[in-house]
C-alpha cells in the first residue's frame, strides 16, 4: 500500500487542536474592509473550528495531521 500525500493547501490552512478539532481561520477579511463593521471585523480575527460535517473530509485530505 502506497503512502498517501496530503493536499499541501489544506496543511496550511488548518491545524489539530488537543482534543482532535480541527482549527482555522474565518474568510471575510482580506478586502473590502471599508464597508465591514468594527465589531464584524474583530470578530473575524478569532480562529473557528471545522464543522463537524466536513471532519470525514478533511481527515481524508490530510492523513498524516
Known sequence: MPKIKTKRAAAKRFKLTGT???KRNKAYRRHILTKKTTKLKR???K?????S???KNMKK???YL
Open 20 to 22: 482532535g478539532k480541527l
Open 47 to 51: 480562529p473557528a473550528m471545522t464543522d
Open 53 to 55: 460535517t466536513n471532519i
Open 61 to 63: 485530505i490530510l492523513p
Open 43 to 45: 470578530s473575524l480575527r
